[in-house]
């Protein structure tokens, strides 16, 4: 029986060992990630804190160094532990979900808030393919420029109507092949992450329930291409059935308002 009780002890210095180095660790890690990330790992780091406790109480009691309420002191961390772990790991779970590499997203906006919004997307952003749907080129880079968006790095898609003569724009035709096409081509030449698509509403030769399927194909088109995608919709020019299953067909919403 007391040969057991050593063993058990033996492994309790082990894991005792293995957390003070996941400790060292994942500290290490804290130090060095953004505010958003630190906070799943700081809760990682009090379980790993607990862990180191809950073994050294257990070495106590396996070999007798300390008696009385060794062992309800060690339940206590134990639970410490486990509620940390737990708390953590989800913690950055939701983080991931809402970070997945190459993620799409469908951005909803208000026709008043549009050009806010699109601003926000790209402003400071590197790499930037705008297809412009419903606007002309020039419009698009004129409210730009207010915001103080250096547009002479990007490169534009137009499909408006309009003929573009910069050598950052091409024009195509308003149809969903056309656009996807001018797209795949664009991406595999140029080094762009990220795909801002505005408005989805205004793709000609499309009903209103075939636009999810646009926005699905184009997407998968983007993340094969290892950019990331920005499908602007305006809630005006949308019905609530589109907008939920587009929602259903992407990585994340962003946006405002009721539907």
């Not at 309420?69 to 532990?81: N, P």
């Not at 092949?177 to 762009?192: F, N």
Request: with cysteine; hydrophobic share 50%; net charge negative.
């Amino acid at each position: 029986m007391s040969s057991i009780v050593e063993l058990n002890g033996l492994f309790n210095i082990f894991g005792f060992i293995i957390g003070l180095v996941a400790i060292v660790v994942l500290f290490g890690i804290v130090r060095r990630t953004k505010d958003e990330v630190r906070s799943g790992f700081l809760y990682v780091l009090l379980g790993l804190v607990a862990f180191v406790l809950f073994e050294m109480f257990k070495v106590f009691e396996a070999f007798d160094i300390i008696m009385g309420q060794t062992v309800a002191v060690a339940d206590v961390f134990g639970v410490f532990f486990v509620l940390f772990l737990v708390g953590g790991l989800w913690k950055l779970r939701s983080l991931i979900r809402g970070l997945s590499d190459f993620g799409q997203a469908f951005v909803l906006t208000s026709k008043d808030k549009h050009e806010d919004n699109l601003a926000s997307l790209v402003k400071d952003v590197r790499g930037v393919c705008y297809v412009t749907l419903d606007e002309p080129y020039k419009k698009v880079v004129d409210f730009l420029g207010l915001y103080n968006v250096d547009t002479s790095s990007m490169q534009f898609i137009d499909a408006s109507g309009e003929k573009c003569d910069a050598e950052n724009c091409i024009t195509i035709k308003n149809n969903p092949d056309e656009i996807k096409s001018a797209l795949d081509r664009v991406l595999k030449e140029k080094d762009l992450g990220c795909v801002i698509v505005d408005d989805v509403a205004a793709v000609k030769k499309l009903k209103r329930f075939e636009l999810p399927k646009f926005v699905q194909d184009t997407a998968s088109l983007i993340k094969s291409n290892e950019a990331q995608g920005f499908f602007v919709g305006k809630i005006e020019g949308l019905g609530k059935e589109t907008i939920n299953d587009i929602t259903m067909l992407v990585d994340k919403v962003l946006g405002e308002g009721e539907w």
